[in-house]
C-alpha cells in the first residue's frame, strides 16, 4: 500500500531533524500541505526554515503539543491524515540536569496527541498513520559486540531515553488498544547543519572556530553510530509513504565512531579547511569529568529498512562531516544567533564548572 497524506503535521519541525523534515515535505508535495507545529523552546528555530516559509503548502503553528486545546484547534482547521511525530526534549545531558520537561513533552505531550488524533480519526483510520520519531538509545547500551535490532528488549538509561521508552510503549498500546494506526522508527545519533550547538559535533565545531576546548567525556571510547541527517529524512519519508502499519523500523548508517576518533577526524578536516589560518586542532581536545551513566556503546542493525524499502544511508561520513563543516563555517551568523543569550549560561554551568 502507497500512502500519499494530503495534510501532514509534522511536529517539532522547526527543530534540528523536523526541519530537514519539513523541508524536504514542502519541496517534494507541492500540492500536500505541511503543517509544522512546535512550541519553539531553545531548540526549536524559525530560520532552520527560511528558505520555505514562503511557500504556499508550508504552514506554521506556535503550540504545544500538551496543549489539547490548541492541537484540536489544528485537527479540526487542518483535518491532517498523517502526524510526522518528533517534538521532544532531546538532549540527554539536560535530561540529566532537569528531567520534567522531558516526562512532560515527550511523555504526555505524545499522549495529548494521540489523544486528540483518535478524536478525530477514530472510525476513519483508512489512510490514517501516527508516525512516531523515536531513539535507539531505548535499548540502553551494548558492549563491545552486537547490535540493536527491531526486537531488542527495552533498557533505557538515562531520563531522555527512558521518557522516550514510556512514549514508545504508550503509540503501540493506543494502537493495540485502540487500533490507532501507526509506525515508529529508532534510529541512531544524526548529524549534519542546524543541529544546536549542544550536542557532539555542533560544540565541537563551534569550539574549533572559537579555539576553545573540545569536551571529551571519559576517556573518548563511547561509541556512537552517526548517520547524516538528510539520509534520516528520507528513510521518514519513505516509512511515512510505504511502511507497514504497526511496525518497528530501525534506522543507522553502519557507521560506528569512538567519540575521540570522531573528534580528532573533525580536527583534521576542520585543519585542511584551514578557515582561520588555525592548526593543530587536535591540542584542543581535552577530557572531561564523564556524563554519569554514560551508556557505552550503540550500534544499529537496519536491515529491516534496507530490505523492506531499498533505503541505505547515502552520504559518507567523510563527506557528511566536510558539508556540515562548511554549513557552520558558512552560516556564521546562525551560528552566533544561537549561541547568544541562554547558550552561554548553559555552556558555562555544563562545561565550566565541570
Ligand atoms: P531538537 O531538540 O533539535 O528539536 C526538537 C523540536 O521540538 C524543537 O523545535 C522544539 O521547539 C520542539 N518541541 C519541544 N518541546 C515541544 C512541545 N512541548 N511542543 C511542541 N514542540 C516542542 O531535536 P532533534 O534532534 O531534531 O530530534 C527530533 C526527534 O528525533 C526527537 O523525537 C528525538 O528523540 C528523535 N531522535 C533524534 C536523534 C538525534 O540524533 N538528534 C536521533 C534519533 C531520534
Ligand atoms: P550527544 O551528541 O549528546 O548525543 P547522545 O548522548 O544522544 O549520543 O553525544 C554523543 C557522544 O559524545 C556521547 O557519547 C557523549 C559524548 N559527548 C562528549 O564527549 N562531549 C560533549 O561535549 C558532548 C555534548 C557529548
Redesign the pocket.
Known amino acids: 500500500m502507497r500512502r500519499s497524506p494530503r495534510v501532514i503535521l509534522v511536529?517539532?519541525?522547526?527543530?534540528?531533524?523536523?526541519s530537514h523534515v519539513v523541508r524536504r515535505f514542502v519541496n517534494a508535495y507541492p500540492d500536500r500541505h505541511i503543517i509544522n507545529?512546535?512550541?519553539?523552546?531553545y531548540?526549536?528555530?524559525l530560520a532552520n526554515l527560511k528558505d520555505v516559509q514562503e511557500k504556499p503548502n508550508y504552514h506554521f503553528v506556535h503550540?504545544?503539543?500538551?496543549d489539547a486545546q490548541a492541537v484540536k484547534e489544528v485537527f479540526g482547521r487542518w483535518q491532517p491524515e498523517a502526524v510526522v511525530h518528533?517534538?521532544?526534549?532531546?538532549?540527554v545531558d539536560r535530561s540529566i540536569e532537569a528531567p520534567d520537561a522531558f516526562l512532560?513533552?515527550n511523555v504526555m505531550?505524545t499522549a495529548t496527541l494521540m489523544n486528540v488524533a483518535l478524536e478525530f480519526w477514530r472510525g476513519h483510520f483508512e489512510g490514517r498513520l501516527f508516525y512516531h520519531?523515536?531513539?535507539?538509545e531505548v535499548y540502553g547500551s551494548l558492549g563491545n559486540s552486537g547490535y540493536f535490532h527491531e526486537e531488542s528488549p527495552y533498557d533505557p538509561q538515562s531520563p531522555y531515553s527512558a521518557s522516550?521508552a514510556a512514549s514508545d510503549h504508550l503509540v503501540r498500546a493506543y494502537g493495540n488498544t485502540y487500533g490507532l494506526p501507526y509506525i515508529i522508527s529508532?534510529?541512531?545519533?544524526?548529524y549534519g547543519p542546524y543541529?544546536?550547538p549542544e550536542?557532539l559535533i555542533p560544540l565541537c565545531i563551534h569550539n574549533l572556530t572559537q579555539r576553545k576546548p573540545l569536551p571529551v567525556y571519559g576517556t573518548g571510547e563511547n561509541v556512537r553510530d552517526w548517520l547524516y541527517v538528510e539520509d534520516h529524512a528520507r528513510a521518514i519519508e519513505l516509512l511515512l509513504e510505504k511502511g507497514q502499519e504497526g511496525q518497528t523500523y530501525l534506522i543507522g548508517g553502519r557507521n560506528e565512531w569512538r567519540n575521540l576518533d570522531l573528534v580528532r577526524k573533525l580536527c583534521r578536516l576542520y585543519d585542511a579547511l584551514n578557515p582561520f589560518g588555525h592548526k593543530d586542532s587536535e591540542t584542543l581536545i581535552t577530557f572531561v569529568k564523564d556524563r554519569p551513566g554514560h551508556d557505552v556503546r550503540y550500534a544499529i542493525n537496519p536491515s529491516k529498512v534496507e530490505k523492506e524499502l531499498g533505503w541505505r544511508p547515502s552520504v559518507h561520513m567523510e563527506e557528511g562531516l566536510r558539508r556540515t563543516l562548511q554549513w557552520y563555517l558558512d552560516n556564521e551568523a546562525w551560528l552566533n544567533a544561537v549561541v547568544s543569550g541562554a547558550y552561554r549560561e548553559y555552556y558555562s554551568r555544563m562545561y565550566e564548572r565541570r
Open positions: 511536529t517539532g519541525g522547526a527543530g534540528f531533524i523536523g507545529l512546535d512550541k519553539l523552546t531548540a526549536g528555530n503550540a504545544d503539543i500538551c518528533l517534538a521532544a526534549e532531546s538532549h512532560q513533552t505531550g520519531i523515536s531513539t535507539d522516550k529508532n534510529c541512531s545519533n544524526n543541529q544546536f550536542k
